[in-house]
């Protein structure tokens, strides 16, 4: 790809076209209209940005508003949390809130209804990765049609069998097809942190930029993609997506997460982590591959 020019300067002044969310509870996720054509999604549940059963219905209201708006042709996904993209499952949330919602257009649950949506959208989806993306930080990753971290804050991670469960956003099906099937096992298994330049390395984020460039690259890449037309842009996306693991595929790794929640191993590796300080601001949380590896031995 030819090397991204900076940006210029907007002429126009950020349009907010939704806040996601209740009346009574502040939104977790904020959609922004920079032009007709060029939408920005901000994930925003401080401190570490969790993903609960809010934020997957939420995530719902973003992909029916792409769908049904016939100027989008980008969207870009970033954080209003430092340190945090998009971090693991609220485990403090009452599982059957989660699995109470109802299924998506597609059949599956919300949350790879949501994913399997935004790659077949006919919009660019990019992600811009500053911090952890954890879980189904990586997931949202992999279900984007391009991903551009910060080389010295961005961390990807597949943590879940770490603590004896199975991913529920479909790694298992896009992973192996991404970077091949050797390193996807060793992303999946090992449970480890991948820092932005070995994710880059193997292909499971487009670049590692530094990150004081990164938020004029992604800007600039997604102004130019949406001065271009849609249609083209729209049926390039549907014939590359001919290689796209099939739905069920997605269904299954859904299915084997619940079954894994259940699991006493799960169980005692989530009370494990919890017990160091898990799921709050501080060093399980940010090397949490580390503590993974503890917890094992």
Partial sequence: MATVNPPTKPTTKENPIATVGTPTKPAQIRVARR???????????????????EMVQQFQEVINALEADEHVRVVVFDSAVDDYFLNHSDFLAKL?????LPAGPTGL???PDFLVRLTRIPVASIALIRGRATGNGSEITLACDMSFASR???????????????????????????IGRNRALEVLL???????????????????????????????????IAGFDRWAIANTKRLVNT???????????????????????AQGGIKALMAQGFHKPGDVENRLGYYLGQIAR
């Avoid at 032009?35 to 059963?53: H, Q």
């Avoid at 290689?243 to 191993?265: I, K, Q």
């Fill in 243 to 265: 290689s796209l693991p099939a739905d069920v595929e997605l269904g299954a790794g859904w299915d084997a997460c619940l079954a894994s929640l259940g699991r006493p191993a």
């Fill in 35 to 53: 032009s007709p054509a060029y939408w920005r999604v901000t994930i925003d549940n401080p401190p570490i940005n969790v993903m609960g059963p």
């Fill in 190 to 224: 090992s449970s480890e942190d991948i820092r932005a330049d070995q994710a880059e390395a193997y292909g499971y984020v487009n670049r590692a930029l530094p990150d004081a460039e990164l938020d004029a690259f992604v800007e600039t890449l997604a102004t130019r």
């Fill in 96 to 100: 059957e809130d989660l699995t109470s």
């Fill in 152 to 178: 010295e804050k961005a961390i990807l991670s597949q943590w879940e069998v770490g603590v004896g469960m199975v991913a529920g956003g479909g790694p298992m099906a896009r992973l192996p097809q991404l």
């Fill in 109 to 111: 649950a919300p949350w």
